[in-house]
């Protein structure tokens, strides 16, 4: 759809993130990652850490998104058990 490229048109030149939360993990860009890490975790009950950070890279998000789509869960997290997230 026009917004889901409008959304990945902006990322060029921000980091690629992975935060992790129980089974999950989210994929996301950022410009600061601490103050997205603690936004995030301000809307979590379970500790959110982050287990990835790629300068520059978030215009690989979509990406990211699209090789873990068969483990989609919601909005931007997918469900990755405790081991998957060793990529």
Known sequence: TTAYKMKYHNTAGKDLYMMRCGPYVKIGTTDNVQVRLSSIQSSNPLPVTLV????????????????????HWHGEWYKVGKDTCEL
């Open 52 to 71: 990835g950070l790629w300068k520059g890279m978030g215009h690989k998000e979509q990406e990211w998104h699209d090789a873990l789509q068969h483990l």
